[in-house]
């Protein structure tokens, strides 16, 4: 079965031609880091004024890698949510036309999905139940994932996205953008231990995440230290710091998480999935729950639409399609309220 997807959530063009789910025949990624660099973030309008110069292009490009013709697809996929309205729209239209112009299936993927599906290439099968730790720049969810398709949410964050957290760090620290990799690049000149970052308390007990006050320390400490006046050294010791601190938080929680519920699989995927530290880490835990943990190599753990077609080939199997009035949902949740764990239910509304 073949499947054209398109990701167009943030600031990636993506497509990707996918044989069963599990062969990747081209995935193409435009990225727009450079246009947004000088801004440090994202410009919602800059990214869709992008995405709609370059889909056709990219689209293209995946065809043409894949060596095959528009018709030869079995269907479409494209991220339908959450993510910025704008963007999400120019990747959503253009799979709508596609669809309906060939008469094809379109599947609508939620994107936190899609990136739990991009370990399924270079992984074995995933065993379930399993417990997904999804971190990226707009999100940090702890799932408990019982069967193919019914996730559970057991933390998430209450203020900040883990990436949103590394990126914000970065500005503070004269970085750049986007600052997961760089705060990643400078920590290893740094040292962890310099500075000791404590683990947020949350108020009401439950075992949620927390960056925000993270945040605020590495602000204090900067201005603190030298009236803000950075040396190479306290720089490379801060992102050292708050690195440790980041990953400390997700290993141990997701530990938590998933003690006493007999997972066989650990899966840890999103942009942040990259960092080494948080690898090495998530190794640990899931030795310690004697499970063998999957991470999705690096072009496969941030933004790109291999992991969309991965995630709607399930759905295609099961002929669970959308009506071609389908549309951008920046509210798609991956679960129902009936899902949340019971620990947290009825208490905070939940937005992932
Ligand atoms: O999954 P992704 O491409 O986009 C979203 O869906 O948000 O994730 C991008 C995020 C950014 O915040 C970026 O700083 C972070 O992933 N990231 C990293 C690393 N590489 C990317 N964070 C920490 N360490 C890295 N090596
Ligand atoms: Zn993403």
Redesign the pocket.
């Known amino acids: 079965m073949l499947i054209l997807a398109i990701e167009s959530s943030?600031d990636e063009t993506a497509a990707a031609v996918v044989r069963d789910g599990r062969e990747i025949l081209s995935s193409v990624i435009s990225s727009q880091i450079d246009l947004h660099r000088p801004y440090g973030g994202v410009v919602p309008e800059i990214a869709s004024r992008d995405h709609l110069s370059k889909i056709d292009p990219v689209v293209e490009e995946a065809l043409l890698e894949a060596r095959i013709e528009l018709e030869m697809i079995d269907g479409v996929a494209v991220t339908q949510g959450p993510g910025l309205i704008g963007s999400l729209l120019v990747g959503v239209c253009y799979a709508k036309a596609l669809a309906f112009g060939t008469g094809k299936p379109i599947v609508g993927v939620n994107?936190i999905e899609g990136?739990f599906y991009s370990v399924v290439f270079e992984n074995p099968a995933i065993e379930y139940p399993a417990m997904a730790l999804i971190v990226?720049g707009?999100h940090t969810n702890l799932f408990h994932v019982a069967e193919e398709g019914k996730y559970k949410v057991v933390s998430r964050t209450r203020d900040d996205a883990a990436g949103e957290a590394f990126d914000k760090a970065a500005k503070m620290l004269g970085l750049g953008y986007p600052g997961g990799p760089i705060i990643e690049k400078i920590a290893q000149k740094g040292n962890a231990d310099a500075f000791r970052f404590t683990m947020p308390k949350i108020s009401d007990g439950r075992p949620d995440l927390s960056f925000s006050g993270l945040k605020t320390a590495l602000s204090k400490l900067i201005k603190g230290n030298n009236d803000g006046v950075l040396s190479e050294s306290f720089v490379a010791d801060a992102a050292a710091s708050f690195q440790y601190a980041v990953v400390e938080q997700l290993a141990e929680t997701t530990l938590k998480g998933a003690r006493g519920l007999k997972v066989k699989t650990l899966i840890v995927a999103?942009?942040v999935a990259c960092n080494l530290t948080l690898r090495a880490a998530m190794e640990k835990v899931a030795n310690k729950l004697s499970v063998p943990v999957y991470f999705p190599s690096k072009h496969l753990s941030t933004?790109n639409a291999a992991m969309i077609a991965a995630a709607a080939y399930p759905k295609l199997l099961r002929r669970e399609v959308s009506p071609i009035s389908m549309t951008a949902d920046i509210t798609l949740r991956l679960q129902n309220v009936d899902n949340i764990d019971s620990r947290l239910k009825g208490k905070v509304k939940y937005r992932l």
Do not use: K, V
């Open positions: 943030c994107h990136h990226s707009g999103g942009g933004d």
